[in-house]
């Protein structure tokens, strides 16, 4: 069962849903990819994965998802959304718990930018990360990464087009000594696996296992 939640933001608000688990021993901030929001099959499919294995999921829209724009919002606009979802979490819904952050796509590239730019979270996890445009491997975005000190988790498809599967490799294994790369056979940008017969939201629950392993092994290093 989720809850519909508002989050400030500017003059308005942002729309968010909270999965929230029985007996949670962290809470995990999920941003949405550039096409599809919060509400999306692959999210909720996944959010609620999450849920059910003791770790609370908050899911938001950035701005452009609600007012029904075809463009996500630019890097500065999404940064700030993050810090302000995060602050705002962290004084009214995670109770104390340790926060984590994870994004499709889009969203987990600019959650790290916000790390970056000062966020704080445990960790962070993404999901299917957007190393390049397709058939651009000349123009990566991973110059911020390597700084970054926070464990991260990438969770990559075999067949997504924004993931060159040698490349990858080679920038996760120069970031620090607590970031993980985990390929899942067959799976494009949205982790679908031509054939498989399973649903949107059986692809973003099946990535729940990995993600909840990964936070369990964080929370038990502190």
Do not use: C
Request: glycine residues 10%; neutral net charge.
């Amino acid at each position: 069962m989720n809850q519909e939640l508002n989050i400030p933001w500017d003059n308005g608000s942002l729309t968010a849903l909270l999965d929230e688990a029985e007996h949670p021993s962290a809470f995990l901030i999920l941003a949405h990819g550039a096409g599809a929001g919060k509400d999306h099959d692959f999210m909720s499919g996944y959010a609620r994965a999450i849920a059910q294995k003791g770790i609370s999921v908050l899911r938001f829209n950035f701005p452009s998802m609600d007012a029904g724009k075809k463009f996500p919002d630019r890097a500065p606009t999404a940064i700030a959304v993050w810090k302000q979802v995060r602050e705002w979490a962290g004084a009214n819904l995670s109770g104390g718990l340790p926060v984590f952050a994870a994004g499709k796509s889009f969203g987990g590239r600019m959650a790290s930018m916000a790390v970056a730019d000062g966020l704080d979270t445990r960790s962070l996890i993404f999901l299917g990360y957007p190393l390049h445009a397709p058939k651009k491997e000349d123009k990566l975005r991973d110059e911020h990464l390597y700084p970054l000190q926070v464990p991260m988790l990438f969770l990559e498809g075999t067949r997504d087009p924004f993931a060159n599967r040698e490349i990858m490799t080679q920038v996760v294994s120069g970031l620090n000594r607590d970031s993980e790369l985990l390929w899942f056979e067959g799976g494009d940008h949205s982790f679908k696996v031509a054939r498989s017969g399973r649903t949107v939201s059986e692809d973003g629950a099946g990535l729940a296992e990995a993600t909840a392993d990964f936070i369990r092994r964080r929370l038990s290093t502190h």
